[in-house]
């Protein structure tokens, strides 16, 4: 335990991927400090705004920096957060036929843990405000299909759950097809066939019940129109949980028709998330705000994941 928490150590502080050995809890962040800076919204119902938020997180869709920033956001807020965990199942996020994340988790403790909560996140099928009562609105973010599908196999190098002579071919044509049209579809689309029905009833859940969604390559766009949703301050952050300890960057063309032919309702999917989020920003985001001096702006900690800290600082000694 000690040993790859110094050798992990070393490599974050000297920033080389290499010196770091592979753990369940190995995790890197980026460099690059990111700014929400907040915009202008206009257009979308009160009821749109107030109602408490369950963030339908997707596996390997940029979710734990979205997390982050809710996490951080609700501390600042003195507001009630509960993430679901997946107990059990390992590894929890390679979403094989009947997989059903953290829904029991939801299930089995639908009391104050849960009800009471201002905002809600977990790996979870659609349906969980069912077992809570009351009205509530979704968010979520949607992946390329096979960029989802990759970056899953290689964290899961990263984090010890397979090896290095795993086969991707075989781990993905394992896994189950169209995850993420199941899962917005509901916990009883996780298993049997995936047609044209399951795919609607994915779109009509997110027309629906969610506020707010949006591409994976968007997901900075994304939190800056959710920061301003709820009246939160500005955030600067780096991008969290990469997977940097990687056997796989390539596939052939055979195999990238084989899944592409997989996940083919996935991939309308995410055409259907984009382009939706265009229409979305054109008839919602009036401006995007611009951060000055004297600003005050939650600065997260590169280690929020592990420490929960942040700072409110002044923008102006931020980009000093």
């Given at each position: 335990?000690?040993?790859?928490?110094?050798?992990?150590?070393i490599?974050?502080?000297?920033?080389?991927?290499?010196?770091?050995?592979?753990?369940?809890e190995?995790?890197f962040?980026?460099?690059?400090?990111v700014?929400?800076?907040?915009?202008?919204?206009?257009?979308?119902?009160?009821?749109?705004?107030?109602?408490?938020?369950?963030?339908?997180?997707?596996?390997?869709?940029?979710?734990?920096t979205?997390?982050?920033?809710?996490?951080?956001?609700?501390?600042?807020?003195?507001?009630?957060?509960?993430?679901?965990?997946?107990?059990?199942?390992?590894?929890?996020?390679?979403?094989?036929?009947?997989?059903?994340?953290?829904?029991?988790?939801?299930q089995?403790?639908?009391?104050?843990?849960?009800v009471d909560?201002?905002?809600?996140?977990?790996?979870?099928?659609?349906?969980?405000?069912?077992?809570?009562?009351?009205?509530?609105?979704?968010?979520?973010?949607?992946?390329?299909?096979?960029?989802?599908?990759?970056?899953?196999?290689?964290?899961?190098?990263?984090?010890?759950?397979?090896?290095?002579?795993?086969?991707?071919?075989?781990?993905?044509?394992?896994m189950?097809?169209?995850?993420?049209?199941?899962?917005?579809?509901?916990?009883?689309?996780?298993?049997?066939?995936?047609?044209?029905?399951?795919y609607?009833?994915?779109?009509?859940?997110?027309?629906?019940?969610?506020?707010?969604?949006?591409?994976?390559?968007?997901?900075?766009?994304?939190?800056?129109?959710?920061?301003?949703?709820?009246?939160?301050p500005?955030?600067?952050?780096?991008?969290?949980?990469?997977?940097?300890?990687?056997?796989?960057?390539?596939?052939?063309?055979?195999?990238?028709?084989?899944?592409?032919?997989?996940?083919h309702?996935?991939?309308?999917l995410?055409?259907?998330?984009?382009?939706?989020?265009?229409?979305?920003?054109?008839?919602?985001?009036?401006?995007?705000?611009?951060?000055?001096?004297?600003?005050?702006?939650?600065?997260?900690?590169?280690?929020?994941?592990?420490?929960?800290?942040?700072?409110?600082?002044?923008?102006?000694k931020?980009?000093?």
């Open positions: 335990m000690l040993i790859w928490k110094l050798r992990n150590y490599a974050d502080k000297l920033n080389i991927t290499a010196l770091a050995g592979r753990h369940s190995l995790q962040s980026d460099d690059k400090l700014f929400l800076p907040g915009c202008t919204l206009k257009g979308i119902p009160p009821e749109k705004r107030e109602n408490p938020s369950i963030f339908l997180h997707i596996p390997k869709t940029a979710g734990s979205v997390i982050a920033i809710l996490e951080a956001e609700m501390i600042e807020a003195k507001s009630a957060y509960s993430r679901a965990v997946i107990q059990g199942y390992r590894p929890p996020i390679a979403i094989i036929p009947g997989w059903q994340g953290a829904w029991s988790n939801v089995d403790r639908p009391d104050r843990y849960f909560a201002d905002l809600i996140s977990g790996h979870f099928p659609f349906g969980v405000h069912s077992i809570l009562g009351g009205r509530y609105n979704y968010f979520t973010v949607v992946r390329e299909p096979i960029a989802r599908e990759l970056s899953t196999f290689n964290y899961l190098y990263q984090t010890g759950a397979i090896e290095k002579d795993d086969d991707f071919t075989e781990f993905a044509l394992r189950v097809d169209n995850p993420q049209v199941r899962m917005i579809a509901g916990a009883s689309s996780m298993s049997g066939p995936c047609d044209e029905a399951m609607q009833q994915a779109i009509q859940n997110l027309e629906s019940h969610f506020n707010l969604y949006g591409p994976s390559e968007k997901t900075d766009e994304v939190l800056n129109v959710l920061v301003s949703l709820y009246g939160w500005p955030v600067a952050y780096t991008s969290f949980n990469i997977t940097k300890k990687k056997i796989v960057d390539v596939i052939d063309d055979k195999l990238r028709q084989q899944l592409a032919e997989k996940h309702f996935d991939t309308r995410h055409h259907y998330v984009s382009a939706h989020w265009e229409q979305f920003k054109a008839e919602h985001v009036e401006a995007e705000h611009s951060l000055k001096a004297g600003d005050t702006v939650m600065l997260l900690d590169k280690d929020f994941q592990k420490t929960k800290g942040y700072q409110m600082v002044d923008y102006g931020i980009k000093a």
